[in-house]
């Protein structure tokens, strides 16, 4: 309880300890925590961010999306009216082709028809000729009588 | 060791600081008795108190400077961040009660906070360890065992306590004057809380005041930790088989006690700093 001399010396040791705390010690530790709390709110800052742009790259994506799933709607519903077009086309066509035929064919057996008429005629003009010539004993002038026998003949 | 002396002998024992100091008598010497050592007067020094306290010092600034160099803003270690749970408790304190841009102000609270409870802290080292060691390595030097003194507690010791409190007093003193002037410090003296006709009771009030603001702080602190130790001291004396009963409920609320004082003598040398900035 005797107070002496050691008050002196914790005086001194006390100065001692609060100035290297003061000049060696609060500044780095307080420097570093402050130095971390920036760091933090610049992460969340950053995190916030990152978020925001992930939803808007959600959203643009999912726009992408929809636009070419419309597009290929839009390809396959021309490509569908093409193939259809195409297949009309074909058919009419074909259906002209097979009238063009048709008639071609119908042209030929007319003229077939009108030539073995023809044929037929002449030599049904030719008989009669003959028939009368027999009938009549006498012949025939044919020259003289052409007329007669192609009005026959077109009777006929 | 009860048994080798007297109830009060054992007490006086643990209650006498390791003095080293001029003898009327004997010269230069270790105090052999608290008798001597009173006599000794004030050109004497407490070598377990001084041994322990510097030492102790010495650990905190060890430990604290070691973060320091190392601190790093990414992850800290488990060192780093005890330390930093420390240190933004002193700085909240700190903020909350001083509004005043002062770069001492923050690491003297660091300092008188850890200190002082690492000092406390002795306390709850069993009572008997550490002077046993001493009087072992006191023979061993050659000395008379039972004049081999040891205490561990340097907050036991009213002349830390009171170094401390007088150092907080000087800076009380600095900045009241920095602040306000030599003027405005004696006007703050003079002329409050009554107004200038009642100078001479306002004189004495203020200074009757500002001084104890320094003895009750030292007292304080000293008081608490002196009736403690005191106390294990008197729980030593029961027998041994029975002494966990009392040591160990005592020694958890101790752990309160300590923590609580370095606490508050914190606190108050950060109040009284503000009030010694603050202009009226």
Redesign the interface.
């Known amino acids: 309880m005797n107070i002496n001399l050691t008050i002196i010396g914790q005086i001194i040791a006390f100065a001692f300890f609060v100035v290297f705390c003061m000049k060696y010690v609060w500044p780095p530790i307080t420097g570093a925590l402050a130095e971390r709390k920036k760091k933090i709110a610049e992460g969340l800052d950053a995190a916030d961010r990152a978020q925001r742009d992930l939803e808007l790259a959600q959203e643009k994506a999912m726009s992408d999306m929809r636009k070419s799933k419309e597009e290929a709607a839009a390809v396959i519903e021309q490509a569908n009216k093409r193939a259809n077009q195409i297949v009309d086309e074909a058919k009419e066509k074909a259906r002209e082709e097979a009238e063009r035929l048709v008639t071609a064919a119908q042209a030929e057996i007319d003229q077939e028809a009108n030539r073995a008429k023809e044929a037929l005629r002449s030599q049904v003009a030719a008989l009669v000729v003959a028939g009368a010539e027999k009938i009549l004993e006498a012949s025939v002038d044919a020259d003289a009588h052409a007329q007669l026998v192609e009005k026959l003949a077109a009777e006929l | 060791m009860a048994s080798e002396m007297t109830s009060s002998a054992y007490i006086s024992h643990h209650?006498t600081?390791l003095?080293f100091?001029a003898h009327p008598e004997n010269g230069l010497s270790f105090a052999q008795t608290a008798q001597e050592?009173?006599e000794?007067?004030?050109?004497?020094?407490?070598v377990d108190?001084?041994l322990w306290?510097?030492g102790l010092?010495m650990f905190?600034?060890w430990m604290?400077?070691k973060?320091?160099?190392t601190?790093?803003?990414?992850v800290?270690g488990s060192t780093q961040n005890f330390?930093?749970t420390i240190?933004?408790f002193v700085?909240d304190n700190v903020t909350s009660i001083f509004h005043y841009k002062n770069?001492?102000i923050?690491?003297?609270a660091?300092?008188i906070f850890v200190?002082v409870f690492l000092m406390n802290t002795m306390d709850l080292v069993p009572v008997d360890w550490l002077p046993f060691l001493a009087q072992k390595i006191g023979e061993a030097f050659g000395a008379d065992p039972h004049h081999v003194y040891m205490k561990v507690v340097p907050t036991t010791?009213?002349?830390?306590t009171?170094?401390?409190a007088?150092?907080v007093f000087a800076l009380i003193i600095y900045y009241s004057i920095k602040m306000k002037g030599v003027g405005g410090f004696l006007a703050e003296l003079a002329f409050q809380p009554l107004g200038k006709w009642l100078l001479p009771f306002n004189l004495f009030l203020e200074i009757v005041g500002l001084l104890a603001k320094p003895v009750s702080l030292a007292l304080r602190l000293f008081g608490n930790m002196y009736a403690g130790e005191m106390i294990f001291i008197l729980i030593a004396l029961l027998p041994f088989w029975a002494q966990w009963l009392l040591s160990v409920p005592w020694a958890i609320f101790h752990i309160l006690v300590i923590t609580l004082q370095a606490f508050i003598f914190m606190v108050l040398t950060i109040v009284y700093l503000a009030m010694a900035h603050e202009d009226h």
């Open positions: 209650l600081n003095t100091g050592a009173a000794m007067g004030f050109w004497a020094i407490h108190t001084m306290s510097v010092g905190f600034i604290f400077r973060v320091a160099k601190a790093t803003s990414g800290p330390v930093e240190i933004e700085e770069a001492l923050a690491p003297l660091l300092t200190w010791d009213i002349n830390a009171l170094g401390m007088f150092a």
